[in-house]
């Protein structure tokens, strides 16, 4: 029903939506993801607050992306806060402001992101990190839509869409008194959650495929796969970092590789046998014929069912694609399984 919805939706949400699951790294076909794709397509053209909640590395600040992209205030810039990035006697200054000579240093005005965000989207990154007395300050400006610039009298009034992200516990935060009730009520309208890479590990294969196809152009190199033993290796990491740290270890091994094939994993030092999931240990029966058989679907997956020609999963592969039709008919490689 969620895919049908979105299937027959507004073209421009589906473009976007399919932007972010294909070029931004979140691919694969996780129910999880699906959901995460559904729930950009209701309120992506709404001006409701929406929080995003995760783990480290699994795509918080894409999807973010996505929801100004297909928002009516797509035209002008998103601005982004970092709640962590800066101590608390800054912070404020960075979202709200100050006048000339309000504080030392302050040596002329400066325009914060809730006025630099008028009109347009306030994205507030790690929004767990920000100290208390900000929180009530920043609940003020989302209740009242306004701010005052530190040091200033005049009342700024500001139209702006919050999209606010976190890898905290939020309500346990509310209930350890480090984050006030109220503003996380007044954030959490439409919650969006990411899975974790090691709960849709089913789609580790489509992410190495993504990956090799994307290193392959950036360092200008031609990787066109990885050994299926090695596939099979990341399959059963725990990926503490997610999807970004698959990346990393994807660029890494893409370097070290000698040959169009990537022969072996870099995996964090003292992780390499960090296959604490036991959800994941279902792969360690799997043959070389079943890693083999599920990279190939997800370079054909990569290439939207293509063979031969340019770009086709042939060419990715770097064989013949009389040689690729032999091996999906052996290994039972149909177009409807992938």
């Known amino acids: 029903m969620k895919s049908k919805l979105i299937k027959e939706g507004n073209p421009y949400l589906r473009q976007q939506i399919k932007k972010v699951l294909n070029e931004g790294d979140m691919v694969g076909h996780n129910g999880g993801l699906k959901d995460v794709a559904y729930l950009i397509s209701r309120v992506a053209d709404t001006d409701t ?13 894409l999807v973010a992306k996505a929801l100004h992209n297909s928002s009516p205030r797509k035209d002008k810039l998103m601005i982004r806060v970092n709640c962590a990035a ?52 920043l609940l003020r400006a989302l209740q009242e839509k306004e701010i005052e610039r530190i040091g200033g009298k005049t009342v700024v009034k500001v139209n702006v869409r919050i999209i606010a992200a976190t890898n905290r516990d939020l309500l346990q935060e509310v209930q350890a008194g480090r984050f006030r009730s109220d503003l996380y009520y007044r954030l959490n309208v439409f919650p969006i959650s990411m899975p974790a890479l090691r709960d849709r590990a089913e789609d580790i294969p489509v992410l190495v495929a993504h990956f090799i196809n994307k290193l392959a152009q950036k360092l200008d190199k031609k990787i066109t796969g990885i050994a299926p033993e090695e596939l099979n290796k990341l399959k059963l990491y725990n990926w503490p970092g997610n999807v970004r ?23 964090p030092d003292g ?3 960090a296959m604490a999931n036991p959800a994941m240990q279902e792969f360690k029966t799997k043959s070389l014929e079943d890693s083999e058989r599920d990279h190939i679907r997800a ?23 009389t040689t690729l039709h032999s091996k999906m008919k052996k290994l039972g490689i149909t177009k409807d399984t992938y």
């Open 245 to 267: 740290e698959l990346e990393h270890v994807m660029e890494r091994s893409a370097i070290m590789a000698t040959d169009y094939t990537i022969r072996e994993i870099f995996l």
């Open 299 to 321: 370079v054909l997956t990569k290439c939207g069912g293509k063979v031969k020609g340019a770009g086709g999963a042939a060419e990715l592969l770097g064989v013949p694609p």
């Open 86 to 137: 800066l101590p608390a006697t800054l912070i404020e200054s960075e979202l709200f402001g100050h006048e000339k000579g309000s504080f030392t240093g302050a040596t002329e005005r400066r325009i914060g992101k809730f006025e630099l965000a008028n009109n347009s989207t306030l994205f507030l990154d790690e929004i767990g990190e920000l100290a208390l007395e900000l929180q009530v300050k």
């Open 271 to 273: 992780n390499r046998k």
């Open 49 to 61: 607050t929406v929080l995003i909640l995760g783990e480290t590395g699994t795509g918080k600040e």
